[in-house]
């Protein structure tokens, strides 16, 4: 391509239309236009088709549950969704399908951030008022046996490395952690962004790191009142 034609192509590509003191107050009507269109759309999507989806999938859903867009799903277990559950976003949840009778259970007034991923074999099992963020992998199996005769031969995780993940009450989980399988993570602790929590959490604690550590011991007036 000759460098005039280059050149051509180059102004072609920033030509846009003019905002300015006449077109602003036009655009910003149209902008709110579209925010509110793109809002009652998502809306009537959510409301009659990806809730109702989701809930035909649920064992048990409590009330003033809220929902954005229909998780990914894979496998079949059984879900029990508390009351006020908020899932934010698309999250996925898949259940091993090689040796049955997975349980998810998510406590009243949780809520689950956008993109996280819940993997469970036995149980995963998440409690009250937790705070879930963006990103957070939880985990009750590998995913694969260590052996790699068995991994050659497609052969899923052996029952005897399955152990289920329990999550207490008041729990806060940052960004992007990884909470693996057999790890129990003590009421109203925290867990920091990016942290990989191998063992036992705690209660009233805050780990970070890989593995995760305890850094800080928390003064909670729900520990006290307790």
Not at 17 to 28: D, E, I, Q, S
Not at 63 to 88: K, W
Request: net charge positive; glycine share 10%.
């Amino acid at each position: 391509m000759s460098p005039v034609l280059k050149a051509i192509v180059r102004r072609g590509l920033q030509l846009h239309l003019p905002v300015n003191r006449l077109t602003k107050p036009v655009f910003a009507v149209l902008y709110r236009l579209h925010v509110l269109v793109r809002e009652m759309w998502l809306w009537t999507l959510r409301v009659m088709w990806a809730e109702p989806l989701f809930r035909s999938q649920c064992e048990r859903v409590g009330t003033r549950f809220e929902m954005e867009q229909l998780p990914y799903m894979v496998g079949r277990g059984c879900i029990r969704i508390g009351s006020g559950v908020r899932l934010s976003g698309k999250s996925s949840i898949a259940f091993s399908s090689k040796h049955g009778g997975a349980v998810l259970e998510i406590g009243d007034q949780t809520f689950i951030g956008h993109n996280c991923s819940i993997a469970v074999a036995k149980a995963v099992s998440i409690g009250r008022d937790c705070l879930i963020a963006g990103g957070v992998r939880i985990a009750d199996f590998d995913g694969h046996p260590l052996d790699a005769e068995e991994r050659r031969k497609g052969l899923p995780t052996p029952i005897e490395a399955v152990h289920p993940v329990c999550i207490g009450d008041d729990v806060w989980i940052g960004q992007g952690a990884l909470v693996l399988k057999g790890v129990r993570i003590g009421n109203r602790s925290v867990i920091g962004a990016r942290a990989v929590v191998t063992r036992d959490v705690p209660d009233d604690c805050v780990v970070v790191g890989n593995p995760a550590r305890v850094v800080k011991s928390i003064s909670s007036p729900l520990r006290n009142a307790s």
